[in-house]
């Protein structure tokens, strides 16, 4: 084991030059496991559990044609070439190529780079040992070797190799194998691209396990989890949109989802060959971060409300032409793998363009989320910058990626807005349904007033017809009966049985009047029945004679109070011009119903006197026969005489419907 | 009954305010053969003081006393004086007022303007258990026991304590409403003018338990009585 002369001559001078150049560059978790590094120089046998930390190696490169699959075995002697020693990480820089070397795609010009790292002797330990690598990069093959055998090689493809992927690779696999003195690392890339590989550990697993898992967790799982979360929600406001399809928001929202599923299918696959072509994997993920800008783009118009009409072409117009100028189609064009640097110069291009005109426009209209979006995808710009320079190895290699943290802060920036967005239209529901009880309740409550306030004057109009139908009745009736009675008893001319007459005739007008009042529910009989009950004690003293032939009738249904006054005071006019005038013995009364012409109901009181003349009496008669037709016209109904010598036969007819009367 | 044995006489109370109509009564009943005035009261407080007195026939009551309403009277004379035909004069007979007294326990009713021979026919008719009735009381009686037909399902309820009319009251009560009198009632129904009478009084009856069954069952929903 004494083959291995450059890492004796580090002295101790060199060690500490390093150490300064790391200092400047590196982080304190590097600069602590170079002191750990320190530490294991100085002192070889160092306790087992203290993992070693290589920010040092020795690089030799070997161009070539083509490439070409690892050894199963090497040794670092058998490679000739100058060893340079390098410090860890450590970025290979494309190469310019000679004009005058053809390089096809068949047989690309390559080169394998060689790292050499020394181990120092290790006691055994009981545990295995691990060597953990943070970050490699190639557009080609890493092989790992320990003393000259072949421990871990990546096996995909040369482009999507899991470059994102940290390695952790166990060392002592065989009962009492020593660990490896000298770790091979063989990197193979096409001339033209970078690489490299980040500072190495070597240790037992209880000691350095938690590094990687701590960088698994947070470089690899942590994308591919959030965008997987991500995309659930987008699933959800898709659906939201399918049935609001109004809500275009809802789709955008979608959309971003699912762009950035796409692009963060970068962070965490690549260990397993891809089930579709390298071209295709890299037209989708390095193209969705297009799609995605694009659709940041009409998210924020949507925010602010003031699409910018240049931009939209513009943006639309840039990616769409990018989609379809690197649709892996096309032989000639090289694919969008090897152009995504430049694509990438073109994206954050746009994107600051779209995050700055929509900050601007969202300031205007002052819109929060607007705003907070827009700052955040300047922001993020900043991050693209980053891996855009870590991609080029301008920048220490071992970091990470910053997109994928980026796209989860937006994640959940854009998750906040759909939420205050969804939370905002349930309270707005719930106001409208408030105001909307508040407003029934308030048209209810003035429904119920005018109800009533129409009720009071429907009252008031009942109580005024009905005292305007009593007063024309006392002033026709009572009032006159009485006031020439009044002139009558004045001038000595009527004896105490005449006046008793006259009083009777007033208290019988009375009778009526207030039975009048009592509704008699449609029912005609009830009214003869009421006037059969009035007049009856007066015919009888007279000594006439009543037949009651009445038959049952239809109800009239337009038989309020004032139409049955009408009826008793045409009816009793009969009765009376019959005791006075006639000398009649019988009196006969008959109803009956007629459906000749109209339906009518006939009332009929036939007597037995001498009878008159009809037209005498309608022309200079008394006020009786007239005010009987009067009162016929009043109610719609028609009165009529046939008169001989043997006797009279009064008639009315009454229309059974109310829309017949109304006609008249 | 214990009808004072001295005679056949129909003893007359009076509790009325109107002094003619007292007078024409007074004169009316002197020309009776067969009636006595027992007492004239012109008050309410009156009125129910003669109640302490022996128990007369008839009792006739005006609602509009001076010092109150004769319907406390009727109630009064219903319970004192159970055997007593109680009788309201009013002038125009309007169901309003013998309605309620009806219900308070009177059986008949007496128009003010009626002949003295007409009078004392009905005070007679009264006493032998006949009562009068109009169209108007007849159609309202009707109805008042149409409604509690809808409102309890089953034809009859012993145990409301609410008695119904029976169809014969119900022919009677149909026949008043179209006009008839109660002598062509009688032929009709082919039984005596005195029989179509009593089921009058029968029914008036039933009006008076049903009221009172009615405010009873008020003051029980309304928690006044307890069982």
């Avoid at chain 1, 947070?218 to 989890?225: E, I, N």
């Avoid at chain 1, 109803?591 to 022309?619: K, P, Y």
């Avoid at chain 2, 007292?22 to 007492?39: F, H, K, R, V, Y």
Wanted: some cysteine; overall charge negative; charged content about 20%.
């Amino acid at each position: 084991m004494t083959d291995y002369p450059a890492s004796q001559s580090l002295d101790k001078s060199n060690f500490y030059k390093t150490h300064a150049t790391l200092w400047e560059r590196n982080s304190l978790r590097d600069y602590l496991g170079l002191l750990v590094l320190g530490a294991t120089l100085w002192h070889p046998q160092v306790q087992a559990s203290e993992p070693l930390h290589f920010a040092f190696a020795e690089i030799l490169s070997i161009e070539g044609r083509g490439y070409s699959p690892p050894p199963y075995t090497i040794n670092a002697g058998d490679l000739h070439g100058e060893w340079q020693p390098v410090a860890l990480p450590h970025a290979l820089l494309p190469q310019r190529i000679d004009a005058a070397l053809h390089d096809d795609s068949s047989s690309p010009l390559t080169v394998v780079t060689w790292y050499r790292l020394q181990v120092p002797k290790l006691a055994p330990a009981a545990e295995p040992r691990y060597l953990y690598i943070p970050r490699w990069k190639t557009d080609g093959q890493i092989a790992v070797y320990g003393d000259s055998r072949l421990l871990y090689q990546s096996h995909a493809s040369m482009e999507w190799n899991g470059w994102n992927l940290p390695l952790w690779i166990a060392l002592d696999e065989t009962a009492g194998a020593l660990t490896p003195r000298v770790i091979l690392l063989r990197v193979e890339r096409p001339r033209k691209s970078g690489g490299g590989i980040s500072s190495v550990w070597l240790g037992e697993e209880n000691s350095l396990v938690w590094r990687y898992r701590v960088r698994d967790v947070l470089q690899v799982q942590l994308p591919f989890m959030s965008s997987a979360a991500f995309l659930a929600l987008g699933l959800f406001a898709l659906f939201v949109w399918l049935r609001q399809r109004d809500q275009s928001l809802y789709l955008l929202f979608f959309c971003v989802s699912l762009t950035s599923y796409l692009r963060s299918m970068h962070f965490y696959m690549g260990a397993e060959r891809l089930p579709i072509s390298d071209d295709w994997f890299s037209w989708l993920t390095v193209n969705s971060l297009f799609w995605m800008i694009a659709t940041v783009h009409f998210f924020l118009n949507y925010l602010h409300r003031r699409p910018p009409v240049w931009l939209n072409r513009t943006v639309s117009g840039v990616t769409v032409v990018i989609s379809i100028a690197t649709l892996p189609l096309f032989e000639a064009l090289p694919n969008i793998y090897i152009l995504s640097a430049l694509a990438y110069v073109v994206l954050l291009t746009m994107g600051t363009a779209v995050a700055t005109v929509g900050l601007r426009k969202s300031l205007q209209v002052r819109s929060r989320d607007g705003i907070f979006l827009a700052s955040w995808g300047l922001l993020g710009m900043l991050f693209g910058l980053y891996d855009w320079l870590l991609q080029n190895n301008y920048v220490n290699i071992e970091g990470s990626y910053l997109g994928s943290y980026s796209n989860i802060i937006a994640f959940l920036i854009f998750t906040y807005i759909m939420f205050r967005r969804y939370v905002g239209a349930i309270e707005d529901v719930k106001q409208v349904n408030a105001s909307l009880a508040m407003r029934l309740q308030a048209r209810e409550a003035e429904l119920t007033q005018s109800h009533e306030r129409l009720r009071e004057i429907e009252h008031r109009q009942t109580l005024s017809q009905e005292r305007q139908r009593l007063m024309q009745d006392m002033h026709d009736g009572l009032g006159s009966s009485l006031t020439s009675a009044l002139r009558v008893v004045e001038h000595g001319r009527m004896d105490e049985g005449e006046v008793a007459q006259v009083l009777k005739g007033c208290i019988d007008d009375l009778k009526l009047a207030i039975d009048s009042m009592e509704p008699v529910e449609a029912d005609l009989l009830l009214l003869l029945a009421t006037l059969r009950f009035r007049l009856g004690p007066r015919l009888e003293s007279t000594g006439i004679a009543l037949s009651w032939e009445v038959k049952n009738i239809p109800a009239l249904d337009w038989l309020d109070p004032k139409n049955a006054l009408h009826i008793l005071r045409i009816l009793q006019e009969a009765f009376t011009n019959i005791i006075k005038h006639t000398q009649a013995t019988v009196i006969r009364v008959a109803t009956h119903a007629t459906h000749e012409n109209n339906d009518f109901v006939v009332v009929t009181i036939t007597d037995n006197g001498r009878g008159f003349s009809v037209e005498d009496a309608l022309t200079c008669g008394g006020k009786g026969l007239s005010n009987q037709l009067r009162r016929a016209v009043a109610i719609g109904a028609e009165v009529g005489w046939e008169s001989n010598g043997h006797g009279t036969c009064f008639t009315l007819r009454l229309p059974i419907s109310h829309t017949k009367l109304n006609e008249k | 009954m214990q009808r004072v044995s001295n005679s056949s006489q129909i003893r007359v109370a009076l509790v009325e305010d109107d002094v003619h109509f007292q007078n024409a009564l007074i004169e009316a009943i002197g020309a009776a053969p067969d009636m006595t005035l027992q007492s004239v009261a012109g008050t309410r407080a009156l009125g129910l003081q003669a109640l302490d007195q022996i128990q007369a026939d008839v009792l006739l009551v005006d609602l509009g006393l001076p010092d109150g309403s004769g319907i406390d009277v009727i109630r009064a004379a219903h319970t004192k004086w159970p055997g007593c035909n109680i009788m309201v004069s009013t002038t125009f007979g309007d169901e309003l007022h013998v309605m309620q007294s009806l219900e308070a326990g009177a059986s008949g009713y007496l128009l003010k303007d009626s002949a003295p021979e007409r009078m004392v026919f009905e005070i007679r008719s009264l006493y032998s258990g006949g009562s009068p009735i109009s169209p108007l009381i007849a159609r309202q009686i009707l109805m008042r026991f149409r409604q509690d037909d809808k409102s309890a399902a089953a034809p009859l309820e012993p145990a409301s304590g609410k008695p119904a009319l029976s169809a014969r009251e119900q022919e009677v009560l149909e026949y008043i409403t179209k006009g008839f009198t109660s002598d062509e009632i009688a032929v009709m129904m082919s039984v005596s003018r005195h029989t179509v009478l009593t089921y009058v009084r029968r029914i008036y009856a039933k009006l008076e338990v049903n009221s009172k069954a009615e405010a009873i069952f008020e003051a029980r929903t309304q928690g006044l009585l307890n069982d």
